[in-house]
């Protein structure tokens, strides 16, 4: 028999009279012929006993209907017994009456008693049965926190469904008990607990259905979200065609004006480029573009431009420590195994050894000299003598210029050829192998550098028949090390006979490792800015930095790909052999330039195509496969492209796989964009990993189905990942719409507030907008040249529920007009070419972020000139205010670096770039105590290190305009030579459309450390605004003070090279150590005081950017501060007229480009076939995508 029930102390029936109709009342009373009060309570307390036990045995039969109708009666003489409406709510619940019986009883029952569980409880099971789990979550968690007493226990187990009839819900408990049954459970027995005791089966049913509610209203707040986001996007899209609309309009309007019309149709000028999701995956016929002037002239425009970077772009492989280090290993160790193998095949000078020698160099010397014709038959020595030409290495480069060649050369090669990329690679390379040649770094006439491509090397024109029997690359890139063609140079050398069988390859082995990120924008400044992420993507490989880009890895790191490249070389070298000897090498390599011509326009044959399964240890979205490489370098050092995502400092020996690891500072990490996918932590997820010749290429399952037809650039998601820049422009934002919105306000009448128009100028993604409409600008317009530009920020702006207040405009800011800006036909109503003027009345406050490294270089004061005359009302508020540029000379130059190529035990990379900083500081002073010594003893500081001058490298660095560098992040490349000096103060108030014009200041430098100054580097500090508490909100990108966040670099601009002196004071400006990255040493007596320098320079601007000069009629020492030996001339003279033609060529291409819709979709679709398969075309993987990526953006 089921237990009785709680008693509880009855009311007496006049309560529950009470709470009947009046009209009711006196009916029953009419028809009973009493008074309700007349009925004793014994007697009422008797009969709710009576229907309260019948009531548990019909809901214990599973009588629901009887039970019901029982307990109602029970209910009518104790209307305040809670047990009573908790079990009709019960009964109610399991027949399916969630909403009108159900739940008014579980309401009902925690008004009677708010700090009773079951109550709680009850009301809980109602909502989570009308399926309201936000409303159930939040009840049941309370009615765990009044169990425990401490707060909510986690759920112990998963469910996946809730039961909402009378059945047990408490796992664990025996059959025919459950917390749902009014009779044998705990929540309606007597209860026999203290306070503080805790039943735990009935805290296990409560917390089990608790994480059911809560897995239930997540997913309905999914769900509500996404619908209400989906109902956004659609806005979004409406609003974005009407949009599109006026601005077919407007073209129309404008040919109107002009009575003309060009030859391409208005919709032309809407078509944007598309770059399909398997474009990687299909070979490009590079014949299409031959009979296409268009196509054909953008393809070699694009070569020339990719040819006139390369030297440059190569430039940061001697700032690469690690991997210097880790090449001269590994070749030295080359060359002394080779020579070694060599004269143990000569020992016995046997004829087997002479023909076994022979075959090692690649020509005999019988042959050789009856080549070259220098001795007579009877004249050449009858066997080779040991140590005569014993090395013959051949460097395929794609690093700094001239640094394989001169490694090979010092390490002991008899022989180097030295093959470049390009033309003007090949320059860089012969000069400096002259420069070190002339110092005797290095032995002359053992280095040849060729000046063609590695497919038209000739071994008897070009390499004078000596077969290479060593190979050195550092043709690698980030994207796994293919997408610099390695694997088709060490093909093509092989094949053409150039090595021989036995030939020796640094690095041996190419490894490729990988992980699953999620590196997406989700939250910034409290805005949703996930729109963004469908722009986020790359044609070949980002580069991706872990330290910038907020990411998730939700996968442990995985090989994805192991090739042998010295059995591979040596295999095909076999097969060239054989080929030679059969007479066939012609026609073998016809048919190899013919296959790899990329004529046929299919799907590309994969070399290695597998599907791995990945196992997910994070939860996530996963949207990237990040990956970097691993090279042996032979005797356990291992060289790699960057550390794996979370790892810091893992270089050095490892110890349990008994290796060297150096880890490279020029590649970085390579990430390629996939579609994204939710994953959990326990998921497994199929990726198919594909590799040819020239690339690696993943593909998820399944496969990616998103056209890609616009494209963000990174810094654009650095400026929104900058929380210090986005914190200063939010908190004067809010400060300066109160204060206006604040003025007039009497006695805090809202009637008082003025209405406040802002314009957000260059408003990208609309972030500044938002910040300006959350503070309460009643209106604002964001105007945004750029078209996907102004979509993503369009349907940004309609996601976080601004599309109100927001109004974005597809236009530059020079070219909008309101109705109010006078002298315009029809009262304000058009503008003068016949366009209707996008605003009606003028704003009273502009927010705009339109700075570059250099601060004015994107026009910022012609923006503000524009938008004081045409868009604002006099005294309008400018966010930010002003700023102050300031400006240091700098030394940032190669000298005379030396590598530690010590072939014994290894060093990890960060000390040896402490070792190499030192040493190189030694050599530089060495190399200028006297230049006309004998080098012989200069060269090495011992017998492990290699000393190689770079400084005609720095004639490659000069651009005709400032560049932006982050200094602070390469502190170890440059050090200031003066003091820092304040250069132009723009007060943006001050800025209109009469007073705009250009501006000159005449400056001194006051110098105060020796060394070469080639360069200026300046930066800004801007005033914001001023905050709700008074605090002045101020940006610096100084490279000194470490406040700079990530939206900025620093501007640099190179000078001729020239020595400066310095007066040895104060250097805490620095920014960095005093070490020697040059080699200036003051000439004259070092104990005889010299005077500081103070170098006059004349600062200018002419409203677009800022330029400084050096004066050279105030500073005449400078003319003999310059020393041919020492100091490379500011640019090479054939790059230089080459840059000329190229720039002129360009500015002409992009004004066609701007003007012609027609000409602009030839050469855009040129771009994505180049973006697609840059090797198929000519191009590098990184030159490709960067030509992609400038047009489609």
Not at 348 to 369: D, L, P, R
Not at 479 to 504: I, N, P
Not at 736 to 756: C, D, E, Q, W
Request: proline letters at 5%; hydrophobic letters at 35%; glycine letters at 8%.
């Amino acid at each position: 028999m089921p237990s009785p029930l709680t008693e509880a102390p009855q009311p007496g029936l006049a309560d529950s009279a009470a709470e009947l109709d009046p009209a009711i009342l006196a009916a029953i009373e009419r028809e009973l012929k009493t008074s309700v009060s007349d009925v004793p309570p014994a007697l009422v307390a008797h009969a709710v006993a009576v229907s309260k036990k019948c009531g548990n045995e019909a809901f214990c039969a599973k009588r629901f209907t009887d039970a019901c109708k029982f307990y109602t009666q029970a209910i009518a003489g104790a209307p305040g017994d809670k047990n009573l409406r908790s079990n009709r709510s019960a009964a109610y619940l399991a027949l399916g009456d969630y909403e009108k019986a159900a739940l008014s009883d579980a309401i009902r029952c925690v008004a009677l008693d708010q700090n009773w569980p079951k109550a709680h409880y009850r009301l809980g099971k109602a909502l989570a049965a009308m399926g309201e789990w936000h409303a159930a979550a939040a009840t049941l968690e309370r009615c765990a926190r009044l169990i425990t007493g401490v707060g909510l226990v986690p759920a112990s187990k998963d469910t996946n469904t809730v039961s909402t009839a009378g059945t047990a819900d408490t796992t664990g408990s025996t059959a025919g008990s459950s917390t749902d049954e009014p009779t044998g459970s705990t929540f309606n027995e007597p209860s026999t607990q203290t306070d503080s005791t805790i039943d735990t089966k009935t805290l296990e049913g409560v917390l089990e259905l608790l994480a059911i509610a809560k897995c239930e209203s997540e997913d309905a707040r999914s769900r509500l979200g996404a619908h209400e986001t989906g109902r956004r996007k659609d806005l979004a899209s409406r609003l974005r065609e009407a949009r599109r609309a006026d601005d077919r309009e407007a073209t129309l309007a404008r040919w109107r004006q002009t009575m003309s019309g060009p030859e391409w149709d208005v919709d032309e000028n809407e078509w944007r480029p598309t770059f399909p999701p398997n474009a990687r995956a299909k070979k490009v016929d590079p014949s299409a573009f031959d009979f296409d002037n268009r196509r054909g002239g953008a393809l070699a425009h694009a070569r020339t431009l990719a040819e006139l970077a390369a030297p440059k772009n190569a430039l940061a492989g001697l700032d690469d420590t690690g991997r210097l280090a880790v090449y001269a290993r590994g070749v030295k160790r080359m060359v002394l195994e080779k020579q070694s193998e060599v004269a143990s095949k000569q020992t016995g000078k046997t004829e087997e050894g002479v023909e076994k020698q022979s075959e090692s160099f690649g020509e005999s010397e019988e042959k050789k000299y009856l080549l070259e014709g220098s001795l007579s038959e009877h004249q050449r020595p009858a066997t080779p003598p040991v140590g005569t030409q014993p090395v013959v290495t051949l460097c395929i480069s794609g690093g700094g210029p001239g640094v394989l060649p001169l490694i090979a050369a010092a390490a002991g090669s008899a022989a180097v050829f030295s093959v470049e990329r390009g033309r003007f690679s090949f320059r860089a390379t012969k000069g400096v192998v002259k420069f070190n040649e002339t110092a005797g770094r290095v032995p002359k006439g053992v280095i040849k550098t060729l000046d063609r491509p590695v497919t038209t090397i000739d071994l008897a024109e070009d390499m004078e028949n000596k077969k290479a029997n060593c190979v050195v690359t550092d043709l690698l890139d980030r994207a796994g090390g293919l997408g610099m063609g390695v694997l088709r140079a060490l093909d093509t050398c092989a094949s053409r006979g150039l090595l021989t069988k036995d030939v020796a390859v640094v690095p041996k082995r190419l490894k490729t490792f990988a992980q699953l990120l999620q590196i997406r924008i989700e939250n910034v400044a409290g805005f949703d800015l996930r729109q963004l992420n469908a722009y986020r993507w790359h044609p070949q490989t980002a580069r991706f930095s872990p330290d910038r880009e907020p990411h998730v890895v939700v996968s442990s790191r995985f090989e994805v790909f192991d090739l042998d490249l010295q059995a591979r070389v040596r295999g095909k070298a076999v097969e060239a052999r054989e080929r030679e000897a059969k007479g066939d090498f012609q026609k073998k390599e016809t048919e190899e330039g013919t296959e790899n011509s990329g004529s046929k326009n299919s799907a590309s044959p994969w070399d290695s195509d597998a599907t791995l399964k990945i196992p997910i240890t994070a939860d996530g979205v996963w949207n990237a496969v990040v990956f970097w490489f691993e090279c042996d370098m032979g005797g356990g050092d291992v060289l790699r492209s960057a550390p794996p995502p979370g790892v810091k400092g893992e270089s050095g020996a490892q110890p349990d796989a008994g290796k060297q690891i150096f880890t490279g500072t020029s590649w970085g990490l390579a990430a390629q964009y996939l579609d994204e996918t939710f994953v959990r932590c326990g998921d497994v997820v199929s990726l198919r990993c594909m590799r040819d010749d020239n690339q690696i290429y993943f593909q998820s399952t399944p496969p990616a189905s998103i056209p890609r037809r616009a494209a963000i650039p990174m810094w654009h998601y650095d400026m929104l990942n900058d929380h210090g820049r986005n914190a200063a422009y939010d908190a004067c934002i809010k400060n300066a719409v109160r204060k206006y919105k604040g003025v007039g306000n009497s006695n805090g009448n809202p009637g008082n507030i003025r209405h406040l128009s802002v314009i957000d100028a260059g408003s990208g993604s609309g972030l500044l907008a938002m910040m300006a409409a959350r503070a309460g600008a009643d209106s604002v317009t964001a105007i945004e040249r750029s078209a996907h530009m102004t979509d993503a920020g369009e349907e940004i702006v309609c996601v976080n529920g601004f599309a109100g207040r927001i109004h974005c405009l597809h236009r530059d800011v020079r070219h909008v007009f309101t109705a109010d800006t006078p002298g315009l036909p029809f009262n304000g109503a058009m503008r003068p070419d016949g366009v209707v003027t996008e605003m009606q009345h003028k704003a009273q406050m502009m927010v705009y972020e339109i700075f570059d490294s250099g601060l004015i270089g994107e026009g910022a004061l012609h923006v503000l000139a524009y938008a004081r005359e045409r868009l604002l009302k006099e005294n309008s508020i400018l966010v930010p205010a002003k700023a102050t540029v300031f400006a240091q000379l700098i030394e940032m130059r190669h000298g005379v670096v030396a590598v530690e190529c010590g072939t014994g035990g290894g060093v990890d990379s960060e000390t040896n770039k402490e070792t190499n900083q030192e040493t190189n500081q030694d050599a530089n002073k060495d190399a200028n105590e006297d230049t006309n010594k004998d080098t012989d003893n200069k060269d090495t500081k011992d017998s492990s290190t290699m000393c190689f001058d770079f400084s005609h490298c720095n004639r490659w660095r000069w651009r005709d305009e400032y560049e932006g560098i982050n200094l602070e992040a390469c502190k170890e490349t440059w050090r200031p030579l003066s003091e820092v000096v304040p250069v132009f103060d723009f007060d943006f108030y001050d800025v209109t459309a009469q007073t705009l014009r250009p501006e000159s200041k005449a400056l001194k430098f006051p110098v105060h450390t020796d060394g070469t100054c080639n360069a200026v580097a300046f930066w800004f500090v801007m005033e914001v605004g001023v905050d709700e508490f008074g605090v002045t909100q101020t940006l610096s990108t100084s490279p000194h003070d470490g406040t700079k966040g990530q939206t900025w670099q620093q501007a640099v601009q190179y000078f001729e090279e020239f020595d400066v002196v310095g007066s040895g004071g104060d250097k805490s400006q620095s920014g960095g150590d005093d070490k020697s990255h040059g080699d200036y040493v003051p000439r004259g007596d070092d104990s005889a005081p010299q005077k500081s320098d103070s170098v006059p320079i004349t600062a200018s601007h002419d409203t677009y950017g800022i330029r400084f000069d050096i004066d050279d009629g105030l500073f005449p020492e400078r003319a003999t501060r310059r020393d041919p030996r020492r100091h490379a001339p500011s640019h090479d003279p054939v790059w230089g007229a080459a840059l000329a033609r190229a720039k002129q060529l360009d500015g002409a291409m992009n004004k066609i480009l701007t003007q012609n819709p027609l000409e602009y979709r030839a050469v855009a679709e040129t771009a994505v076939a180049v973006g697609a398969r840059p090797q198929d075309l000519g191009f590098e993987a990184e030159q490709g995508g960067d030509f992609c990526l400038r047009l489609m953006g």
